[in-house]
């Protein structure tokens, strides 16, 4: 990653960091009572055939790619039957930080439409120097949030992902709350097994 590309990346993190400071209000914990839910077994399995990315993902879900007609190629869903909820994943190819520049704006905005419904937001950032994987990831609290976890990844020359978890209920983040922590531990660990990759290589 040349000198460039990784100022342009520090520079759209500094600043939406800076963005998503202004935007958080103070979040006061309730007080535990939601019913009990069975969360399953911790294990990975392999992602890494035929798309741009690999990583590891949840041995309790599944992952279908995105067939529909507005799908861009390599988008795609990993899909958590046990507890209804969807993490999209759209992927963008980046030809010039113009590009990586309207990506960013882009995964802000969708961020930023789950703000007026939020009460915090937390954010973290990953820098994988070694495997040139930068990014973010975010927990957005709220009762009535329809998505609780986004995150976006790029190399900053050539790849940028987008993930985004829905559940295909109510939203109700309180009573959702074991399943979210839960969930947010496996896709902070795709994230962390996340590889670029030639397609169809698998390597």
Sequence with gaps: MNICALRTVCFIIVGWLVMMTACRQNYSPKPAGFMRIALPEKDYQLFDNLFPYSFKYPGYSEFIPDERDIAEPYWANIVFPAFKGTLHLSYKTVHSTDDLKAYFDDARSFTQRHIPKATAMRDELFIDEEHQVYGMLFQIKGKEVASP????????????????????????????????????????????????QTPGSGR
């Design 149 to 196: 976890i986004q995150f976006y990844l790029t190399d900053s020359t050539r790849h940028f992902l987008r993930g985004a978890l829905y559940f295909e209920v109510t939203p109700n983040n309180d009573s959702l709350a074991p399943v979210i922590d839960f969930l947010e531990d496996d896709i902070r660990y795709m994230i962390e097994t996340t590889r670029w």
